[in-house]
């Protein structure tokens, strides 16, 4: 009941005196944000059972290392302070910053006031109010057509799905709605401003229905901006790029790193771009290309392959965003290598690779050495106790690269 | 704590108080009348179920066992999740026995249950053995569903599961309405969603569904008062959930007590079955434990509330009462019951603990019918298909 009236008294004062409200809560939140982000406690020891995330080169442990980044350098963080956190952290940290500075931001989801399941949102209803973090129904559907209500009036809605598995109930909204509102209204309205943040992929015995990676259906939809990181920096800057760019965005976060992955984070606001690509590493004989939790896999398959063939050298390739996807860089790298191999957990059959796959051979055919391999997960539902040998092991990511180089 | 009791006390006056139940005794003394609690029912749009009910002593005996033995079941879950035997999402049902037993206990093998992912107790009841439901729960290939679903996933004669999406099964629960009256049966299927999945828009599609076409489907709002961690008062516009049907006539029951349980599902299906088309069931209830194996429980709702709970709406300690007032049973013989609860239980974890994981070629069984599968499955090394073939 308290709820209903804070969220009508926020309702009423939307339309009577916005700005007068929402300056008070920026300043009073804006000091509370900054001395609570700065006490928070240092993540807790990097857990889960991706292996290799801990020993990753592309892991930013060090402050040198994290400010390094050129897409940093003129984002005004690159010579300021980091922070030890982990992924959820970070997306917290991100949450806050969004919140702070744009006063419509308001999120939602189920649970999200306690802090949600996976804690992204910890701490942030106490710090902004209920009215602006709040706890849904369970209700994807509704969640999402009401980010979508609320993003047509020009409000910045996040919301969360808390399993990506979830967010099926929701996607008639997402796909017919949110994806073609400004098409179908020529122009006047759009909502720009939904950003949905989701859980994705394998987290080692999340069986059939929280282990989903469903990128692909939405890749299939022109209107959305489809995104996933790989680690904290990257989820942050991402994140707030997603919130703040005027098109819809589905922000699917690979749950496996919530915990594993721990960088330092740059603790100021910063954007990545979103639609561009990262190079992980260079290399000359064969371009792997893969995003989100995969990239750990890749990046063990790469060191073992090039520790057995002498003189191999990899390209790995981060797409970060998935669409739009940087086909450039891809292309780029296959033009100088003659050989690609592209590795993501879902399904292989009309799976993100595919696409990546065709775009590739239309514009690198004639510098193709080898048949493009996949590696995927396999097409059967998501298993629990064969969880094991569905994901595209490094075993399996490895072995695609040596076909590809004995081709 | 207190709004949540209070709440509880207003819907529900105390059950099986002394002054409630009346002995008759009867020709054989092994049936009792009971009258049921005045709180028991509260109704919207019809008339209540009688209040009183007619019992066996066996009858009485028999719920008291099913659900000691599946609380069992789900203290070995949850130590099995603990010690990581169980993986997966888990939810366990402890505090809400009456609903499963009670229910059971009013309709026959031919009638149809389906309910979302707090499971493991409708399996059993629904004739799934404890070994087949701890199998599945550890992924072993003598699970109710060999091993490959899970907690969430079980499935026996006329029980359709075991769902993981929140309200998925309202509609189908109507589909499987709508069969049995096409095909003149005189059963009723009964359709389980939580207080949280209350508020799914699939659940009110069913609704009218159900009722454009009369069909016998008795959906039954499990109320434990919190939809994962969002109180019912928090998330729903009407937490009245018997009442939400709007055109179709509800009843509220104490789902503590698996007697009121049982009248409420036998008046159910009775009405249904004649064709008076669906009900809406509201069974208030709780759960002592978590949403899941990740959830504590107590980072929305306090220690003492759930310890009050447990003292005084217990459906087992409840009937536990009854049956020694009624003289039923000595306490001695009520210890027995669950010393043999825990030996059975225990012996079927020993066993599926021994048991083997499912083959890996049932990795790709069961995605298709058989004999129109994929040529091949796409994503592994031809050899190594060949080789799962064998």
Not at chain 1, 23 to 47: C, G, M, N, V, Y
Not at chain 1, 340 to 362: K, N, W
Request: with cysteine.
């Amino acid at each position: 009941m308290r709820f209903a009236l804070l969220f009508r008294d926020f309702a009423s004062n939307i339309h009577s005196k916005p700005l007068i409200r929402n300056r008070f809560i920026h300043k009073a939140f804006f000091h509370a944000t900054r001395t609570i982000l700065q006490t928070t406690e240092s993540p807790p020891p990097a857990e889960g059972f991706l292996p290799g995330v801990e020993q990753s080169k592309f892991i930013k442990s060090t402050q040198e290392e994290a400010l390094k980044n050129p897409e940093l350098a003129n984002t005004g963080v690159a010579n300021g302070e980091t922070k030890r956190m982990n992924m959820f952290q970070a997306i917290n940290d991100a949450m806050g910053i969004a919140l702070t500075t744009d006063e419509t931001a308001v999120i939602f989801g189920e649970d999200v006031a306690f802090g949600g399941v996976f804690r992204c949102t910890l701490g942030l209803a106490e710090m902004f109010g209920k009215d602006r973090v709040f706890n849904t129904p369970l209700t994807e559907q509704g969640i999402v057509g009401f980010g979508i209500g609320m993003a047509a009036m020009g409000h910045t809605a996040i919301a969360e799905i808390q399993f990506a598995d979830y967010i099926f109930p929701a996607f008639d909204q997402l796909v017919n709605e949110a994806a073609k509102y400004r098409y179908r209204s020529g122009g006047l309205f759009n909502v720009g401003g939904l950003t949905v943040r989701s859980p994705c992929s394998a987290v080692g015995h999340g069986g059939h229905y929280h282990s989903q990676s469903p990128e692909a259906y939405f890749t299939h939809t022109p209107g959305l901006i489809v995104v996933m990181p790989r680690g904290p920096i990257q989820a942050k800057g991402l994140l707030l790029a997603s919130i703040r760019n005027r098109n819809p965005v589905i922000f699917f976060e690979p749950k496996i790193l919530y915990r594993a992955a721990v960088e330092e984070v740059p603790v100021g606001d910063y954007e990545l771009p979103l639609g561009k690509a990262e190079i992980l590493k260079s290399g000359k004989d064969v371009t792997v290309v893969g995003y989100g939790s995969q990239l750990y896999t890749l990046e063990r398959a790469i060191q073992l392959a090039e520790k057995d063939i002498p003189g191999l050298s990899c390209e790995l390739i981060d797409l970060r965003s998935l669409l739009p996807w940087d086909v450039d860089t891809v292309a780029n790298s296959v033009n100088k290598t003659g050989r690609l191999v592209i590795s993501h957990e879902a399904p292989q059959t009309s799976g993100f690779a595919a696409e990546v796959a065709t775009c590739i051979m239309e514009r690198c055919f004639l510098r193709l050495e080898a048949p493009i391999q996949r590696v995927c997960g396999l097409d059967t539902p998501f298993p629990l106790v064969f969880e094991k040998f569905y994901v595209p092991d490094m075993t399996r990511c490895y072995d695609a690269i040596k076909e590809v180089v004995n081709y | 704590m207190l709004s949540i009791t209070s709440r509880l006390s207003r819907n529900i006056s105390v059950l099986n108080g002394r002054t409630f139940v009346r002995q008759f005794a009867s020709a054989s003394a092994e049936t009792v009348n009971i009258s049921l609690p005045e709180g028991s029912f509260k109704t919207y749009k019809c008339d209540p179920p009688s209040f009183e009910i007619e019992v066996t002593k066996d009858e009485l005996l028999r719920l008291y066992k099913e659900m000691v033995v599946m609380r069992r079941l789900e203290v070995a879950a949850d130590g099995l999740y603990k010690s990581k035997l169980i993986r997966g999402f888990c939810h366990l049902c402890t505090g809400q026995e009456a609903v499963a037993v009670g229910m059971e206990a009013a309709i026959t093998k031919d009638d149809s249950i389906i309910t979302a992912y707090r499971c493991h107790g409708f399996t059993y009841i629904r004739g799934g053995t404890v070994h087949s439901i701890l199998a599945e729960l550890m992924g072993r290939n003598t699970g109710i569903s060999r091993g490959k679903g899970g907690s969430m996933h079980m499935f026996s004669k006329n029980f359709y599961g075991g769902n993981g999406i929140v309200g998925a099964q309202v509609p189908v629960g109507a589909g499987i309405a709508f069969t049995q009256k096409y095909l003149e049966k005189k059963n009723a299927t009964f359709i389980l969603y939580g207080d949280g999945a209350a508020n799914q828009g699939q659940v009110f599609e069913a609704f009218n569904m159900a009722k454009l076409w009369d069909l016998p489907a008795i959906f039954v709002c499990e109320n434990n008062f919190f939809g994962m961690g969002t109180a019912a008062s928090r998330s729903s516009a009407n937490a009245q959930y018997y009442t939400r049907g709007q055109y179709i006539p509800g009843l509220q029951v104490n789902g503590m007590d698996v007697l009121a349980v049982k009248q409420a599902c036998s008046w159910a299906k009775n009405w249904t079955t004649n064709d008076q088309g669906p009900l809406v069931l509201e069974m208030v209830t709780y759960r002592y434990g978590g949403h899941s194996m990740s959830d504590p429980g107590t980072s929305y709702r306090t220690r003492e509330e759930i310890q009050h709970m447990r003292s005084t709406k217990d459906p087992i300690t409840g009937l536990r009462q009854r049956i020694l007032e009624l003289g039923f049973a000595t306490d001695n013989e009520v210890k027995q019951f669950e010393k043999d609860a825990r030996a059975e239980i225990d012996e079927a974890v020993a066993k599926a603990q021994n048991d083997s994981p499912p083959d890996a070629s049932e990795l790709f069984t069961d995605v298709y019918v058989r004999g129109t599968e994929l040529p091949n499955i796409r994503g592994r090394e031809r050899e190594e298909f060949a080789v799962m073939n064998q």
